[in-house]
Structure formats: C-alpha cells, structure tokens
C-alpha cells in the first residue's frame, strides 16, 4: 500500500509540473503575440489580445488607462497628434511566473518608432499580467517603465 501511494504521489508531482510547464509556455505565446502585434503596428490584433476591462499604466501617460477603449483612443490620437507608428520591437530578459489562473510576464523592451519629429528607439521594461479565462491566457493589465541607465554599483 505504501508504494502505491509513494508512485501515485510521484505521478502527481510530474503532471503538476508539466502542467505548470505548459502554462508557462502558453504565458510566453500569448505575451510574444502581443510583442509581435505591437511591434508591426497591427493595432486591430494587438487590442484583441488583451480583455476589455484591461488596465494600462504608462509612464509617458499622466492617467492610468481603465479599459482598451481608452487605450484605443489614446493610440488614436498619437497618430493624429504626432504621427506616431511602432516600426519594430523586441523582447529580452524574458520571466514568467504563474500562480493558478494568474500569471506575471515581465521583460526588456526595445522598441523603435517614428513620430513626426523623427525615428527613435525606447528601452523600456514591461509586466504584463495575464488572466487564464476559457483555457487562454488573457492580458489583463499592463505597466510600462523607462529602463534605468546602467550605473556604477561601488557608491549610492
């Protein structure tokens, strides 16, 4: 009786971290589906990668974003405003950390831009956070930072 449970307890274990392999795997997809989106400009496959209710949080906005349809708006009026388009972006440093239906995706961003003040490139670090719904993970909520600077770690 007590090897059985020994290998039912191994058996539960091994399927718990492939399961959990998988998830994280899945967290990767979504969030590179995202990245890819964003940076071809495809705004239409981009929003619809995220829930309507998602929130976003800039630091180039002054207000947190409450919905897509804001965030929408406001990448609407960018365009307008200031010819903004996302002519590439790339995503290093890449970590995933899931924990049950919620799962965190931080990472380096590198993205390049036009505006009608010229191309720039930005280096930024982003967490995406992303909700399982329906066996799909859903980014639910977005924080975008200014990487800092590389500094010299022998002072404050």
């Known amino acids: 009786m007590r090897l059985e449970l020994?290998?039912?307890?191994?058996?539960?274990?091994?399927?718990?971290n492939a399961s959990a392999q998988a998830d994280e795997q899945e967290v990767r997809a979504a969030a590179?589906?995202?990245?890819?989106?964003?940076?071809?400009?495809d705004t239409g496959r981009y929003f619809a990668l995220f829930a309507p209710e998602a929130t976003f949080v800039f630091h180039s906005s002054p207000t947190r974003?409450?919905?897509?349809?804001?965030?929408r708006r406001e990448w609407a009026k960018w365009e307008k405003e200031t010819g903004f388009r996302v002519r590439s972006c790339s995503?290093?440093?890449?970590?995933?950390?899931v924990f049950g239906e919620v799962a965190v995706f931080s990472h380096d961003?590198?993205?390049?831009?036009?505006?009608?003040d010229g191309e720039t490139t930005l280096h930024e670090r982003e967490t995406?956070?992303?909700?399982?719904?329906?066996?799909?993970?859903?980014?639910?909520?977005?924080?975008?930072?200014p990487q800092p600077e590389p500094h010299d770690n022998t002072g404050p």
């Open 128 to 145: 995406i956070i992303f909700h399982k719904r329906g066996g799909k993970w859903v980014a639910v909520h977005e924080h975008l930072s």
């Open 91 to 97: 995503s290093t440093n890449q970590r995933v950390q």
């Open 65 to 71: 974003l409450n919905s897509v349809d804001e965030y």
């Open 109 to 116: 961003v590198r993205t390049d831009l036009s505006t009608n």
């Open 32 to 41: 590179s589906a995202i990245v890819s989106a964003f940076g071809s400009h």
């Open 6 to 16: 020994a290998v039912l307890v191994a058996v539960a274990a091994l399927s718990s």
